[in-house]
């Protein structure tokens, strides 16, 4: 039955709400980071955490002992852990009876045990683990190895004290009528004790109900054994893969044109591996389905009988399952404009129609074979509510039943037992212990399982670091000014946490000043590079392009022109020539002979002489080829035949002067740069290089949408340096000096080189001081590599700064270096106000620095559009690297060592699996340390309150990241220099 429109329309809508709990994902070119949890910011952060690990498995929080040994390093402070402890457990301490248990002479309470539990863990024992863990394992010889040193009195840590505090823990917990429970509710851990507690809930419950979270394949899955889920995913990433290539593969998947449904039902009519899956007569039911997806999702949904009211959560759980492939399916769904979207068109309906297919085929299949019922939602109820017996078994998954006496052992007994060691008690102090009492110790640490750790631990750390900062910061608003000498140069750099060292590199020479603004320079612009046929867009992720820009030949070199002309034909013709020779089954074989030697030289050359190598190339490229001096215009001009196939089509191509004018005069109202200009204003966008690296655009300008920010740059300082702009702008009240030169740059954040653009413009009038200029960067890149060095693993130690920065350049050529930077790892705090704030801090490189001075901007409007989308990006970057760092495998991309790149568009591990969607574990870990301290945002800004709350009132996305918490404010009074906490619910705390 056909859906009219209007039914159509419904179930769109209804997908696309079903398709928030995914987090987008772009093309690994054009890397952009994100939330992974951005549809889940409307809620509390913790309440997301537990959500997001109901929908996709992912932990919110690292392990225990991760942030245990946090602690010992001295990353988490006593004073910050007790604070966080004490707001967690106000709740907490409302439930309990007694906050304090008298032993002996002392008096114990419940912060004290609570304290002890969060920093050793206090948790139960496996039962399979008992025997071994008391016998082979010494546990009744010594105690446990992080008991204080205190604690380990010669006369008490001997083998029969150890052993008589076991027998009289074991004594207390098996008294009649303990602790109130029947041997049948104890259980062994916090993961068995879920699992114990759900099949308790199903015995008694009056209806059998599909368990949460899980579709119905899943469900079967569970009861069977029959691995369906697995199932549909293989036929899901074979075909997504194969639709959504962008040129990496040989043959191409036919009739992409028509859509992923429509090309998938012409192939999959004709495909045998469905016999090998279990679906009969899988021909003949692809061309019975409903021609459009919207059809086949409701369809489907209907055999299934899920009630209506449950789809959205339903279909939610299917994207779940693969949310590598669906974020970047869901992303390129949203952006018709993208050339691959609008000749290939692929959006989660499609996809959903798809999948719900081989759901209902692989469940009615098993259910068929297992039970003789439908694979519906009511029969499988209806059997399982016959069945009660069995489906508790099944879904316990239990093979072996604890005696009583063990399991209370396990659980009670073993965590009394170590409670006990902490607290310095001896074997005659537990046996003093009456029922009650020890049923209020075991009840504290239930009320405080472990995993309820993650979010003090979390908040802990959180604290610790910015009581750190603001102690920096305060540090250095007290310190007696510095006497300025003239300011040679203005620098300009991106807020990106990379540009905070070199900034301080380059202002320990004295004669320069450092803003930090976003990379793309206020310019949302797409750019086209010389003798490049793909168009970048320049800009963040949460702007599109209104501008259209175009890098040319200068006047002038037309010979040049026409010698690069020639090879670069050659060129292609030998890329293409190889490309088919390496592709063709015949020809890739002898090719292997006739190129083995040179491919040999290259791959030795490489690996060992990297530098050298890179040198060669570079040689043997300028001989071959020719270097064109080139120009970005910006005088805007027209179009005169539209081409539909030229995505920048419906752009506008280049400024007028007064749009010129307003970009400088914005960007340079924002930074508070309208007066006391120096001889140069360097605007320095930045980027990295590096080789066998897919993921290279990771590292370069988040605000440049993965590229690299000279462009942007480029662009900026030829409309500050027109006399008509200058002109418009002076007349606005920001006076840039006739003798005041606007100089383009780029930071390679690999190399921590800095390289100028467009030098043939400076007036001869400036070379001098830009030859000192050179010079100067040169030092400031040497000392800066010195520095950052000092961190990188593989690092020869001791470097001068001219070895440092020699090997920097060797890490960018090195096609074996997993990671050739840090990138923005480490990255904790944004800090939104003027330099003097900052400026003689180290802030180690943790720290998004955007320039602002709240007195040129009464109104607070630059603070409000500062604070909806530097800060916004800011916030993305921080989550993916925080997720990426609490779980690599589920929110991050895990270990490069096992990537393979899939379609040109992301990659996976091995040969078939999800698209990973965020980093990988290289870019956070340094093994199995943390060099990224994963923590949520820290936003600060210099500006008086009631602005800030004004900003906050007027968008539903800043109280959605301030009042659940993720992301955390303070501001700094700009007169009294006094710093305030921002409270979730919309009030200010002072900080000391």
């Not at 889920?229 to 194969?242: L, P, R, S």
């Not at 608003?477 to 905070?500: G, N, P, Y």
């Not at 662009?715 to 027109?722: I, L």
């Not at 303070?970 to 906490?981: C, H, I, M, S």
Request: proline share 4%; charged share 25%.
């Amino acid at each position: 039955m056909q859906l009219a429109s209007k039914d159509k329309d419904r179930l769109r809508v209804l997908i696309e709400d079903a398709s928030k709990t995914v987090a987008q994902s772009w093309p690994l070119k054009t890397f952009a980071y994100r939330n992974p949890l951005r549809g889940l910011e409307h809620l509390p952060f913790d309440e997301a955490i537990r959500q997001g690990k109901e929908s996709f498995g992912g932990s919110g929080y690292l392990p225990n002992d991760d942030y245990r040994q946090l602690h010992r390093d001295g990353e988490i402070t006593d004073t910050a852990l007790d604070s966080a402890l004490d707001s967690a457990l106000k709740s907490i301490a409302e439930s309990v009876d007694s906050d304090s248990v008298a032993i002996g002479q002392r008096c114990v309470s419940f912060w004290d045990v609570l304290r002890l539990h969060l920093l050793f863990g206090l948790d139960s024992l496996d039962p399979s683990l008992l025997d071994w863990t008391l016998q082979a394992g010494g546990a009744l010889e010594r105690f446990r190895h992080d008991v204080p040193a205190e604690l380990r009195v010669h006369e008490r840590d001997r083998a029969p004290v150890v052993g008589e505090l076991w027998k009289q823990v074991l004594a207390a917990v098996r008294k009649p009528h303990d602790l109130g429970r029947n041997a049948s509710e104890t259980t062994f851990d916090s993961g068995e004790r879920d699992c114990r507690d759900s099949t308790a809930d199903l015995t008694h419950a009056d209806m059998i109900s599909l368990p949460n979270g899980r579709t119905l394949g899943d469900w079967v899955n569970a009861l069977t054994g029959v691995s369906i889920v697995d199932q549909i995913n293989d036929q899901m990433i074979k075909w997504c893969a194969a639709f959504l290539d962008e040129g990496m593969a040989s043959w191409k998947m036919p009739d992409r044109t028509a859509g992923f449904y429509d090309a998938w039902r012409f192939l999959a009519a004709g495909d045998w591996s469905g016999r090998f899956v279990g679906i009969k007569r899988l021909g003949r039911k692809i061309r019975e389905l409903p021609p459009t997806p919207e059809e086949a999702v409701e369809s489907s949904l209907q055999r299934l009988c899920i009630p209506e009211s449950q789809w959205i959560d339903y279909l939610s759980r299917h994207l779940a399952q693969l949310p590598g492939w669906t974020g970047f399916i869901r992303w390129r769904g949203e952006n018709p404009g993208y050339p691959f979207q609008h000749t290939n068109p692929i959006d989660p309906g499609q996809y959903l129609a798809v999948r719900l297919f081989y759901e209902v085929e692989l469940v009615e299949a098993a259910c068929r074979r297992e039970w003789g019922i439908d694979g519906t939602l009511p029969a499988l109820l209806g059997y399982w509510e016959k069945h009660r017996d069995e489906y508790t078994q099944r879904m316990s998954g239990e093979t072996q039943i604890t005696d009583a006496d063990t399991q209370a052992a396990c659980r009670d007994g073993w965590r009394l037992f170590h409670l006990a060691q902490f607290l310095g008690l001896t074997s005659q102090d537990v046996q003093s212990l009456s029922t009650r009492d020890v049923q209020t110790l075991l009840g504290w640490l239930d009320a405080f399982p472990s995993e309820d750790h993650g979010v003090v631990w979390l908040t802990a750390l959180e604290i610790s670091f910015r009581d750190r900062l603001i102690a920096k910061l305060s540090a250095s608003e007290t310190r007696e000014a510095v006497t300025e000498t003239s300011t040679l140069a203005q620098f300009v750099f991106c807020i990106d946490v990379r540009s905070e060292p070199m900034r301080r590199c380059i202002e320990t020479q004295k004669k320069y000043e450092t803003f930090g603004f976003a990379g793309f320079f206020g310019i949302p612009m797409s750019h086209q590079a010389f003798d490049d046929n793909e168009h970048a867009a320049l800009c963040p992720v949460i702007l599109s392009p209104k501008f259209a820009v175009n890098e040319v030949a200068r006047d002038g070199e037309q010979d040049a022109l026409d010698v690069y002309a020639t090879s670069s034909r050659w060129s292609r013709l030998g890329e293409s020539l190889f490309y088919d020779l390496k592709r063709n089954a015949i020809s890739s074989v002898v090719l292997i002979d006739v190129a083995g030697v040179f491919f040999s030289a290259m791959l030795g050359g490489k690996t060992f002489f990297q530098r050298k190598f890179d040198a060669v190339l570079s040689r043997v490229s300028d001989w071959f080829g020719q270097r064109i001096a080139t120009q970005i215009p910006v005088e805007r001009c027209s179009v005169n035949e539209p081409d539909e196939s030229d995505e920048t089509d419906s752009l506008q191509h280049g400024f007028t002067v007064a749009e010129q004018a307003t970009f400088v005069e914005n960007a340079m109202r924002a930074i508070g740069l309208t007066k006391d200009f120096g001889r140069f204003v360097v605007i320095c966008g930045h980027g990295s290089t590096s080789d066998n690296n897919p993921y290279f655009a990771a590292y370069n300008c988040g605000a440049c949408g993965g590229g690299h920010g000279d462009a942007n740059a480029r662009v900026f300082t030829r409309m500050a340096n027109s006399p008509e702009v200058r002109d418009i702008v002076r007349e606005n009240g920001v006076y840039i000096p006739q003798e005041t030169w606007f100089l383009a740059a780029k930071h390679n954040t690999v190399t921590d080189s800095i390289t100028f653009y467009d030098t043939q413009d400076v007036p001869a009038s400036h070379d001098d001081d830009f030859q000192q200029l050179v010079a100067d960067m040169q030092r400031a890149s040497e000392l800066q590599a010195q520095s950052r060095g000092q961190t990188l693993p593989q690092t020869p130690a001791n470097l001068s700064p001219q070895a440092a920065h020699e090997h920097m350049m060797a890490r960018s050529v090195d096609w074996a270096n997993v990671r050739p930077e840090w990138g923005l790892s480490g990255n904790a705090a944004f800090v939104l106000g003027r330099r003097a704030l900052t400026d003689r801090a180290d802030l180690e490189g943790r720290v998004f620095l955007q320039s602002y001075d709240w007195a040129t901007d009464p109104q607070g409007a630059i603070l409000e559009a500062l604070m909806t989308a530097p800060l916004v990006v800011a916030q993305w970057i921080s989550m993916e690297y925080y997720f990426s760092a609490v779980d690599p495998n589920h929110y991050g991309s895990g270990s490069k060592v096992t990537h393979n790149v899939v379609s040109g568009v992301g990659v996976m591990h091995g040969a078939h699996g999800d698209l990973q969607a965020g980093l990988p574990l290289q870019s956070v870990n340094d093994g199995r340390v943390h060099y990224h301290k994963p923590v949520r945002l820290l936003a600060i800004i210099e500006a008086p309150t009631n602005r800030i709350e004004t900003a906050i009132g007027h968008h539903v996305l800043l109280q959605d990241l301030l009042h659940n918490q993720w992301i955390h404010l303070v501001a700094v009074d700009p007169e009294t220099g006094t710093f305030q906490r921002y409270v979730p619910d919309a009030t200010w705390e002072p900080l000391t």
